[in-house]
């Protein structure tokens, strides 16, 4: 019943803390994406794919104690950051969980910006089209954040890159 809270816990954990809503969002979507087993349903939103979903999962999961929110003020904005609590812990004993690949995998991802997981998680979620038709939605859809070509190769390097992790 509780596997899916568990899976959050677990990723989340295994990333040790995850800075921002925004980069939660994308990083989950992205695993979803290299077929790791999250269920949310996600949608195009501002910031890219967004699951109400997996906003109020995690909004649980703070409430039944298993995730740390801690808010941090940037001046001009506050960002969260998350981590798994003790009980989080024990709970992914109980649960028992399995990582896998998903470790090295979240590793990747932790080294990006939320900038560069929004470029990649849109262009994902318009991966049933060829590449240059993503490109041209995500110049649309993101027409004010200006990426540029450069930023679209790397953000295609770096899904070549997530699908092999994704394979071993």
């Known amino acids: 019943m509780l596997q899916e809270h568990a899976k959050l816990v677990q ?3 295994l990333a040790e803390e995850i800075t921002g ?6 990083m989950i979507f992205i695993a979803k994406k ?4 999250f269920q949310e349903k996600f ?23 298993f995730l740390q929110e801690q808010c941090i003020d940037q001046g001009a904005y506050v960002q969260y950051q998350y981590h798994v609590s003790d009980e989080g812990e ?21 080294q990006q910006s939320s900038r560069f ?6 262009l994902l979620y318009f991966d049933e089209y060829e590449k240059e038709e993503q490109i041209e939605k995500v110049q649309i859809v993101k027409s004010k954040l200006n990426f540029s070509t450069r930023e679209m190769e790397d953000a295609f390097h770096f899904i070549d890159e997530l699908e092999q992790l994704a394979l071993s």
Not at 21 to 26: E, G, T
Not at 90 to 110: N, P, V
Request: aromatic share 10%; with cysteine; net charge neutral.
């Open 34 to 37: 290299m077929k790791f087993p």
């Open 43 to 65: 949608r195009l939103h501002m910031y890219g794919p967004y699951s109400e979903e997996l906003t109020l999962r995690v909004e649980e999961l703070c409430e039944m104690g």
């Open 11 to 13: 990723f989340i954990s």
């Open 117 to 122: 997981l929004e470029l990649v998680s849109t």
């Open 90 to 110: 024990h709970f992914l004993k109980e649960m028992s969980a399995e990582a896998g690949a998903l470790q090295g995998f979240i590793q990747q991802m932790q």
């Open 21 to 26: 809503r925004k980069k939660l969002q994308k």
